[in-house]
């Protein structure tokens, strides 16, 4: 990635610089309940939190246990941290003993069986969602989905678009050229995605347990103690290839260098037969175990550190959404928890990440080549698995640099950027935050990864102990500071009112189920029947 800053400087010139200010900003957070024993949860998502299936604020991932908590977006980054603050509050207050796991790799599992999977109810809607994680769990297992991890959402200002598409003399519609500038910016964060990994990686350690389904896989690593494995310099482990990777994904030449191009790759890859998965079978014995044999059994099954997006209208399929409507907003997805803090994440290292973000979008993204894509792989397995060894060496354009050395690069590039977004806002909060992330590159020991460690050393704590512990930490913190009541209420009104919708399509008439599959993968399903 070679950084030039033509469109910055044009941007400063004109005098237009503060529309990088006011992006969208909203949050997805996972956590894994637990019980009061500490093992993962095999109760129901709490009725009081609303359906799982309606809810706009608060559903499950994969499992029944792994909770999933969804800000709206706002401008100020401030907002969407007090939501999602807020979300925790009202969630902690009907959890009746149970906590949410701070961190980012589960512990308190034992083996695939204890991991119950999500449920959605009757409806068309519902069972698809069910059987698309029975389909996961055939092909990679249940207890790599029981990871968690924080999505990261982000709009450019449609201000900054206009002026952009003005200022460059672009032949192409303006909704072209945002489409092509969103695949530029996803270009650019793929290439240097990895510093995401060393600065706010929080996962360098594991339980044995989490290999009680997969044991060969754990001669790759160190020994900690009798109870954890870890490698001495991880940054990552939830992104490394023992995370949500399979080796048929890695071979998928998914495009991103255009709108069409990504939205056909990832097309084919659903449409395209697997002779693995074709052996586990679609309906067996009258059940379904997974949504088709394919390659993917819908887009939400690719794996990528970050996705366009757009807003799917009911039954609408992603893809098509993405075609019909252009990207509205980029999901960043290499964020794990920060278990040293309470909601797992804080306010500067959100303002460094859209800092970056808009950095990648007004630098030159040459089109990817697959061989800069395995590259780009390389780099981001590398930083996952030993992120903190001194003098580690990345390719960069097929030449050897030091992390700390190319670290360095992407924040003085940050630096002009950060100083126009802080004229929008008092106290210099986005040089304070790139401030904060410049010790860090000095000194590994800083970084959270790092602290786990020196943490769990320091107590003698295997990494479940010190997990329980912290988690335990946050819910007496949840705890001592109760949701005010007009917020409670709030809540409490979305939750009746997610349940009532979903009452509502359940008691519409159903097609049978064979046929909504059929006419969802076909597109022509009608929202009279969702």
Known sequence: MTFTTTRLNTLLATGNEHLLCGGLKGLEKESLRLSQNGFIAQTQHPYALGSALTHPAITTDYSEALIELITPPFADVKDTLIYLKQVHQFVYAHLDGEILLGASMPCGIDGDDS??????????????????????????????QAIAGI???????????????????????????????????????????WLILYLFGASPAICKHFFQSRPALMAQFDEFDNDTLYHPYATSLRMSDIG??????ANLNIDYNSLDGYVDSLGKAIATPYPDYQQIGTVVAGEYRQLNSNILQIENEFYSTVRPKQIAQSCE?????????????IE????????????????????????????????????????EHNINNANQLAVANEGRKPRLQLNKHGKKITLQNWAYKILNTMQRVCDVLDNSVTGNPYNAALAQQRLAVDNAD??????????????????????????????????????DAAT???????AAESHAKQREIESKPQLPFAEFLQRYFDQTCSQDHD
């Open 446 to 483: 800083l970084t959270p990864s790092a602290r786990m460690l020196a943490n769990m050393s320091q107590n003698a704590l295997p990494f479940a102990r010190f997990a329980l512990h912290t988690s335990a930490e946050h819910a007496r913190y949840f705890q001592a500071r109760p949701l």
């Open 115 to 144: 991991i119950r999977i999500a449920e959605y109810g009757t409806s068309n809607v519902g069972r698809m969602k069910h059987i698309y994680r029975h389909g996961l769990w055939h092909r990679y297992g249940r207890t790599m």
């Open 151 to 193: 999505h990261f959402n982000y709009s450019v200002p449609e201000s900054l678009w206009v002026a952009l598409h003005q200022q460059e003399h672009s032949p192409l519609s303006l909704a072209q050229f945002t489409n092509d500038g969103y695949f530029g910016l996803i270009r650019n964060f793929q290439r240097v995605g």
């Open 488 to 494: 409670t209420a709030q809540f409490i009104a979305m």
């Open 244 to 249: 949500y990777k399979s080796k048929n994904q």
């Open 317 to 329: 399929k992603p893809t098509l959404a993405l075609k019909r409507r252009g990207v509205r907003y």
């Open 332 to 371: 960043m997805r290499s964020l794990d928890l920060d278990i040293f803090n309470p909601i797992g994440v804080d306010e500067s290292k959100l303002r460094f990440i859209e800092a970056l973000l808009l950095t990648c979008l007004l630098t030159d993204s040459p089109p990817m080549l697959r061989s």
